[in-house]
Structures are given as structure tokens and as C-alpha cells.
């Protein structure tokens, strides 16, 4: 079964810090993942994605991830934080049908911006 | 005008009570979705329409009813509310290959 794991709950760094938040998938088949940021008491928006390709990803706000294979990760980065960066992060893989709406999510890790 | 509108955005109600969450998008989109966030869970999904008469059950249907009323709107019931059934709810709409976009969510609380 297809699964997500963020195995950092809570996270703080200090403001210009890089950062780096750890993402582990389980799935058998290429799969499509997403890493989304969640702002307190607002909804999700979507950082960046990977279907194919590259498999450094780019995405907004300044982050980026890597997809890697043979360790089944794609870890979410971001060479200096700012304090509004503080939020709750997901990552999620769909299936490789092309149904991407249909996604498993990791626990969350909450990022917490020290000044 | 927002792209998915959930309405409430957020409501209090009582155990055994029957209450409708509603979701409505202008996107276009054929596929769409309902989830339910939990702290430390992460958010998984509820139920899943691909077309109006295509209704599909997520991880966690049990205690859960749905109605894609139109292209645009899919409804999520809860028949009798629990407790355990507070949690924030997220509508999200998809089409084949394009990314899915999630609504501001809904916050549900059963006392």
C-alpha cells in the first residue's frame, strides 16, 4: 500500500537558516508527489510538484526538492527562511494513474521560525 | 471570486445531529474530492466523485454520505455527528494531469 512519512513532527530553525524537511514514500510505481504548505488557519497551497524529468524540483517562494529513487524520498529545501515561512508542511504522493487528485499525505512537519 | 467555495466555513453542532457541508468550484473540473485533516494525521481522503454519477468511498467513508449534486458541486453528510468527527474538511477538485487545487476548508466542531 502506498504510503507517506514525514518523520519530523516539529522543526525550528532561525531565520535565515537553511532548511531541509524530510519526506519517505512508499510506492511501487513511479509515483507523482507534492508538497504542499498549509499557513495557520488557511488552506493548502501547492509548493512544487515531480511527475518526471528532472529530478531536482523548483518551486515557489523559494523551495525546491529532490526526488530520489533508490533512497524513496523527496526532500522539500530552502536555502534561508523567513519568518513568514512559519507553517505546517505535507507531502503527498498520488497514484500514477494521471487521477493526481487522489492523494496520500504524510503527517505534516510544523516549521517554526526562530527570529 | 475563489476557484472552490466550502460553505460554512466553520460550525459548531451537537452529537446525533444531521449536518451538510457543501463544496462548489468554477475550475471546470470533473474530479472532485472530500478529505479530513487531523493534527498529527496528516489529511485523508473521504470520498471521491470522477463525474456526477460516479461516486467513489476514500480511507475513511464509515459514518460519511456524499451527493454530486453537478459538475460543480459535491456535498459531504454527516447523517448522525460524533464527537471523533471534529476536524477541519477540505474540498479539492482535479482534472487528468492538471494539479489538484484544494478549497479554504471547513472547520467542524461536534460537542
Known amino acids: 500500500a502506498q504510503s507517506v512519512t514525514q518523520p519530523d513532527i516539529h522543526i525550528t530553525v532561525s531565520e535565515g537558516a537553511s532548511l531541509e524537511l524530510r519526506c519517505n514514500y512508499s510506492?511501487?510505481?513511479?509515483?507523482?508527489l507534492f508538497w504542499y504548505v498549509q499557513s495557520p488557519g488557511q488552506g493548502l497551497q501547492l509548493l512544487l510538484k515531480y511527475f518526471s524529468g528532472d529530478t531536482l524540483v523548483q518551486g515557489i517562494k523559494g523551495f525546491e526538492a529532490e526526488f530520489k529513487r533508490s533512497q524513496s524520498s523527496f526532500n522539500l529545501r530552502k536555502p534561508s527562511v523567513h519568518w513568514s515561512d512559519a507553517a505546517e508542511y505535507f507531502c503527498?504522493?498520488?497514484?500514477?494513474?494521471?487521477?493526481?487528485?487522489?492523494?496520500?499525505f504524510g503527517q505534516g512537519t510544523t516549521l517554526q521560525v526562530k527570529p | 471570486d475563489a476557484d472552490v467555495t466550502q460553505t460554512p466555513r466553520n460550525r459548531i453542532t451537537k452529537t446525533g445531529k444531521r449536518i451538510m457541508l457543501e463544496c462548489s468550484q468554477t475550475k471546470g473540473h470533473d474530479r472532485m474530492y472530500w478529505y479530513r485533516q487531523d493534527p498529527g494525521l496528516g489529511l485523508r481522503l473521504i470520498y471521491y466523485?470522477?463525474?456526477?454519477?460516479?461516486?467513489n468511498k476514500g480511507e475513511i467513508s464509515d459514518g460519511y454520505s456524499v451527493s454530486r449534486q453537478a459538475q460543480a458541486k459535491f456535498s459531504l453528510s454527516l447523517e448522525s455527528a460524533i464527537p471523533n468527527q471534529t476536524a477541519l474538511y477540505f474540498c479539492?477538485?482535479?482534472?487528468?494531469?492538471?494539479?489538484?487545487?484544494f478549497g479554504p476548508g471547513t472547520r467542524l466542531t461536534v460537542l
Open positions: 503527498a504522493v498520488g497514484d500514477g494513474s494521471g487521477n493526481t487528485g487522489k492523494l496520500i
Open positions: 466523485s470522477f463525474d456526477v454519477k460516479d461516486i
Open positions: 510506492y511501487g510505481a513511479t509515483p507523482y
Open positions: 479539492a477538485t482535479s482534472d487528468p494531469n492538471r494539479d489538484p487545487f
